[in-house]
């Protein structure tokens, strides 16, 4: 059964090889992907060169010569098939940017609503609140998997990293929900 996003047609040979990398996901715990391509004089999507990233980042992947560019299809190991603010500014210069979540195992597609610099312009200053957030998120994990950490830190000043934390990074959803919304239509896959 076709798929329809936007005027991309996704034949069940792209959706079972993006649903493949979800499951390979799982096994290797690291971002997989691949181009998202179309003949020229066609919207049905063909699969690209193949992208092997790490656990939090991918590269972007490549078409054949006669084939159109549109974008990406990646995995994130953790959390769900939303587009993270990195994805959001790669998505900002695509047609479409998919992406298939190994811990929910479900696939969405992400279509551009605005125009391109303006996407851009919105998107590009929450990069640095997501690198912050992220950096946190892992010292903080570090020292709950390592309680010697939080006493040397001392109790007070961890508690006080966290509730700084939980302030941060709800204020970080919030913002990346809200681009989101005002950028890039949704359309699940599965």
């Known amino acids: 059964m ?17 649903k493949s990398k979800i499951k390979e996901t799982r096994k290797k715990k690291i971002e997989l992907g691949f181009s998202l391509c179309t003949e020229k004089d066609s919207n049905v999507v063909v699969r690209g060169s ?24 990646h995995t994130h190991p953790r959390g769900p098939a939303s587009l993270s603010t ?31 610099y303006r996407c851009l312009s919105e998107t590009m200053p929450f990069r640095e609140d997501e690198e912050k957030v992220l950096e946190r998120s892992l010292r903080i994990s570090s020292a709950v998997k390592n ?13 006080r990293e966290l509730k700084q934390h939980d302030k941060e990074i709800g204020e970080y959803y919030k913002n990346r929900l ?8 949704r359309t699940n896959i599965s």
């Open 2 to 18: 076709l798929r329809h996003v936007n005027s991309f047609i996704f034949p069940d040979s792209i959706i079972k090889e993006m």
């Open 147 to 159: 309680p010697t950490q939080i006493l040397r830190m001392g109790v007070p000043q961890f508690l």
């Open 178 to 185: 809200m681009l989101l919304n005002k950028n890039f239509d």
């Open 50 to 73: 193949e992208c092997i990233g790490t656990e939090c980042s991918i590269k972007v992947g490549k078409c054949k010569e006669e084939q159109k560019y549109i974008g990406n299809y």
């Open 86 to 116: 990195a994805d959001m500014i790669t998505g900002c210069s695509e047609d479409i940017e998919c992406v298939g979540a190994a811990s929910f195992n479900n696939m969405r597609c992400f279509t551009r609503k605005t125009g391109t």
